[in-house]
């Protein structure tokens, strides 16, 4: 089992469970009490153990400041979109407004009589 950030894939936390078990036959012979009336073959736990690990400090700070970035990312991107649309809209509003440049150097162009 592991907890992890969907936006990068970094894991959080990892929990690891063990668990070996022991294939016990049914023993009638057997001076033990637990394996006298065994019905049949059956696993028993021998042992198990838990492995754990947790992300520190330093590198959740890390992955933090990418997920911050990662949204000051896309609000520098609109941002930057909205300079560049009112930038063509002024450079269309002048241009319409005194002539496209073709027009204004033909016309500053003094004529030559012949």
């Not at 033990?32 to 947790?54: C, G, H």
């Not at 992300?55 to 609000?75: E, H, N, P, Q, Y």
């Not at 520098?76 to 560049?84: E, K, R």
Request: with cysteine.
């Amino acid at each position: 089992c592991f907890v992890c950030v969907q936006e990068m894939g970094v894991p959080l936390q990892v929990r690891a469970r063990m668990q070996i078990n022991i294939l016990v036959d049914p023993y009638t012979g057997s001076n033990i009490p637990l394996y006298k009336n065994l019905p049949e073959r059956v696993f028993l736990p021998a042992m198990w153990f838990t492995q754990s690990v947790d992300i520190d400090d330093k590198l959740s700070s890390t992955v933090k400041t990418a997920l911050i970035a990662k949204t000051a990312g896309w609000g520098v991107l609109f941002a930057l979109a909205a300079v560049g649309l009112v930038l063509l809209v002024i450079g269309l509003v002048i241009s319409l407004r005194h002539g496209w440049a073709q027009n204004m150097v033909r016309s500053s162009v003094p004529k030559i009589s012949q």
